[in-house]
């Protein structure tokens, strides 16, 4: 059974960076066939995909958030990162960790529980 867990700040100053990781266990992030992706749901708001990598290490991004976004990955230690720059407080969100198949499919398997990141000074 894959788990996930996300980790990272819950507090992010305007202009500033976000970097969350999320660890997984009971399964290998170089497995085929899965995605490792993130994915946010801001108050009131649907779920928005923001960006995978791969089994392989490729990644994509969603158009609008391409500019800000880089996700990478350490193997050594089984964990992938996400990294948004410029946060506003429209980033305040909860962000989730996920495996999918595609970029995206819509259909991940797996979930970590989420953590709440909110912009404010």
């Known amino acids: 059974q894959v788990q996930l867990q996300e980790s990272g700040p819950g507090l992010v100053n305007p202009s500033q960076a976000l970097s969350l990781t999320c660890t997984v266990s009971?399964?290998?992030?170089?497995?085929?066939?899965?995605?490792w992706s993130w994915i946010r749901q801001s108050p009131g708001k649907g779920l928005e995909w923001m960006g995978a990598i791969n089994y392989s290490g490729n990644t994509c991004y969603a158009p609008s958030l391409k500019s800000r976004t880089s996700i990478s990955r350490d193997t050594s230690t089984n964990q992938f990162t996400l990294q948004l720059s410029s946060m506003t407080p429209g980033d305040t969100a909860v962000y989730y960790c996920?495996?999918?198949?595609?970029?995206?499919?819509?259909?991940?398997?797996?979930w970590g529980q989420g953590t709440q990141v909110t912009v404010s000074s």
């Open positions: 996920a495996a999918d198949y595609g970029c995206p499919t819509g259909e991940s398997t797996y």
């Open positions: 009971g399964g290998s992030i170089t497995t085929n066939p899965y995605y």
